[in-house]
């Protein structure tokens, strides 16, 4: 039950795209299209962004996308804005039929 | 609306025990499988437990089994988390979130309640 591979921190201008990445094993990311994000602000409960990999939903900005390639999946924030710093968290199903978190990463707007 | 309340935190000593709490509404909790998650002060989350709809399926994370019970009161629309046996890394904000009907992410997540461990 290892924590899901996040980088720490990633930031860009207002306008920029940036994409954060979630690498995990066979177990989890890579053997099940049962990827989710969180976005949660300072002091406030997580928000779901993205779920089954790819979907949005009713409500999130179309400028959230996700993605997968093997073992690693990806959330890609086009158009950054200003609300979009927070931090943000991938999930995943695992074969022992629980879950597990990566470690969170720091959006930051320049 | 969708929501969940959680309620019962606060702090309490190395090996004590303490039960949380998760009122729900707006949704007919029944139906639903529901999650427990945590945060440590400045960390990332950490998924704690899931149990089903109907209480008979039950997962933990290692790091809580034999000293956590997550059960349910579908009578009550309200979902629990015993602690025994807690330590100071147990220090934490739990969540209380919803799993979508037969899918396997978290849509509906409160606002958390606050446990500290300490003596």
């Known amino acids: 039950q290892s924590a899901l591979t996040q980088p720490a921190s990633v930031s860009g201008s207002p306008g920029q795209s940036i994409t954060i990445s979630c690498s995990g094993t066979s177990s989890d990311v890579g053997g099940y299209n049962f990827v989710s994000w969180y976005q949660q602000h300072p002091g406030k409960g997580p928000k779901l962004m993205i779920y089954?990999?790819?979907n949005r939903p009713s409500g999130v900005s179309n400028r959230f996308s996700g993605s997968k390639s093997g073992n690693t999946a990806s959330l890609t924030i086009s158009g950054l804005q200003a609300e979009d710093e927070a931090d943000y968290y991938c999930s995943s199903y695992t074969s022992s039929s629980t879950w597990v978190f990566g470690g969170g990463t720091k959006v930051t707007v320049l | 609306q969708v929501q969940v309340v959680e309620s019962g935190g606060g702090v309490v000593q190395p090996g004590r025990s303490l039960r949380l709490s998760c009122a729900a509404s707006g949704f007919t909790f029944s139906s639903y499988a529901m999650h427990w998650v945590r945060q440590a002060p400045g960390k990332g989350l950490e998924w704690v437990a899931i149990?089903?709809?109907?209480?008979?399926?039950?997962y933990y994370v290692d790091s809580v089994k034999g000293r956590f019970t997550i059960s349910r009161d579908n009578s009550k629309n309200t979902l629990y988390l015993q602690l025994n046996s807690l330590r100071p890394e147990d220090t934490a904000v739990y969540y209380c979130?919803?799993?979508?009907?037969?899918?396997?992410?978290?849509?509906?997540w409160g606002q958390g309640t606050l446990v500290t461990v300490s003596s």
């Open positions: 089954d990999v790819t």
């Open positions: 149990i089903s709809k109907d209480g008979t399926q039950i």
């Open positions: 979130a919803r799993n979508n009907y037969d899918d396997y992410y978290l849509d509906y």
